[in-house]
């Protein structure tokens, strides 16, 4: 395999998506390959800085009274 | 009472079975409109257009999908609309094509030199907020939906009404842009 399989591939590998040979044969380029290993290592860390930027919030009371509110008065009609 | 049946109740005009369903969705569609349009007035309005839209439309829902999904699908497509208004600065279509392309050479470091508290700056993460505020709403929504949100593909797929292979490039191609826009920002940065 090679190294421009491996930046094709790799989202797909990252997500699961793959099917077990070829897997296996990705994970052994990544044990032989530093460069596609950091691919695959900067790439996990990209996920996890986003999701860690998107903390998730409670929706603020007065927000959500707003919107129920909203609604009910549709109900009404 | 399951979701199922609260739907039933709705449907059939009860008020507080509908405030059921809002109650138990309600978190998941604020922060859905916080991630796709970056401020709480924003997503308090997507908010309430998506519960007022879902009550309308509540006749034509089959339970085909959850119903959570359905919410999802009727949140993203508004928010979308509100997306391609935006006038801030976008990464063009042809810039997140190149990720894929052969003759495109990646540039690829090792960040591992980098102590892990370096990656905690809040200068660090406005950057990856500016780079996924760059991306074309049709990639933003994806990417947040998938790699934020934790959705499936599959699911992210029939959300947006597009193909799983659809799906599997735009998460591609905006994960590449995002990683190469903190490369930039280490080398320029970094140890």
């Known amino acids: 395999m090679k190294c421009e399989d491996i930046e094709k591939l790799i989202s797909e590998f990252i997500d699961n998506e793959i099917e077990k040979s070829m897997r296996d044969m990705i994970e052994e380029h990544l044990k032989e390959c530093r460069r596609c290993l950091s691919l695959f290592e900067t790439i996990e860390k990209t996920i996890a800085l986003s999701r860690s930027i998107y903390r998730k919030k409670k929706v603020p009371k007065g927000i959500s009274e707003r919107v129920y509110y909203e609604v009910r008065i549709r109900f009404k009609k | 009472m399951s979701e199922q049946q609260l739907i039933e109740r709705a449907k059939n005009g009860d008020t507080k079975a509908f405030e059921e369903l809002m109650k138990r969705t309600q978190t998941n569609i604020y922060n859905l409109g916080l991630r796709l349009l970056g401020n709480k007035e ?13 009550y309308e439309n509540l006749d034509r829902f089959e339970g085909r999908s959850s119903f959570s999904t359905w919410l999802y699908r009727i949140a993203t497509n508004n928010a979308l609309m509100k997306l391609r208004k935006e006038k801030n600065k976008k990464v063009s279509i042809d810039e ?7 003759s495109y050479k990646i540039e690829i470091s090792d960040w591992s030199e980098n102590p892990s508290s370096y ?7 406005e950057v990856l907020q500016k780079a996924i505020d760059s991306l074309p709403p049709k990639y933003k929504s994806v990417f947040i939906l998938h790699d934020v949100e934790g959705l499936p593909l599959a699911e992210v797929a029939r959300i947006l ?3 799983v292979p659809a799906v599997k490039t735009r998460v591609h191609r905006s994960r590449m842009y995002l990683r190469e826009k903190i490369s930039e920002y280490i080398k320029k940065h970094g140890n």
């Open chain 2, 42 to 54: 924003d997503a308090a309005d997507l908010m309430q257009e998506t519960y007022i839209k879902a």
């Open chain 2, 96 to 102: 997140l094509k190149k990720f894929g392309d052969k």
């Open chain 2, 161 to 163: 009404s597009l193909s």
């Open chain 2, 119 to 125: 990656f905690k700056s809040a200068e660090l993460k």
